[in-house]
Nanobody, 124 residues
């Protein structure tokens, strides 16, 4: 069983920055996809960004390219999301997720474990 615990988030003005952390426990990952999804009120959960744990590949939603970055700390089994130039449309609950496969997927249905979610609010 994998547990994911997110931290960070909060409220920021349009154009500001925030960082999120996701600490994984329960097992080590040799081959997995770790990423972030978000869900705004009344909308479906959508892919934001991800990386391949056992490699160097990263994946971005078009809406966050050039603004969001993802990184990891192997020793801490943690993934980080740095969000810059935030916009009001980035407001959502952000979820950390793990897919126990090396094959990338942009579908939330393909991810096996989820964090509890953390709120990000960007005001104009």
């Amino acid at each position: 069983q994998v547990q994911l615990v997110e931290s960070g988030g909060g409220s920021v003005q349009d154009g500001g920055s925030l960082g999120l952390s996701c600490a994984a426990s329960g097992r080590t990952f040799s081959s997995a996809i770790m990423g972030w999804f978000r869900q705004a009120p009344g909308k479906e959960r959508e892919f934001v960004i991800a990386l391949k744990w056992g490699g160097t590949s990263t994946y971005y939603a078009d809406s966050v390219k050039g603004r969001f970055t993802i990184s990891r700390d192997n020793a801490k089994n943690a993934v980080y999301l740095q969000m810059n130039s935030l916009k009001p449309e980035d407001t959502a609950v952000y979820y950390c997720a793990v897919r126990m496969s090396a094959a990338m997927s942009y579908s939330a249905l393909s991810y096996d474990y989820w964090g509890q979610g953390t709120q990000v609010t960007v005001s104009s």
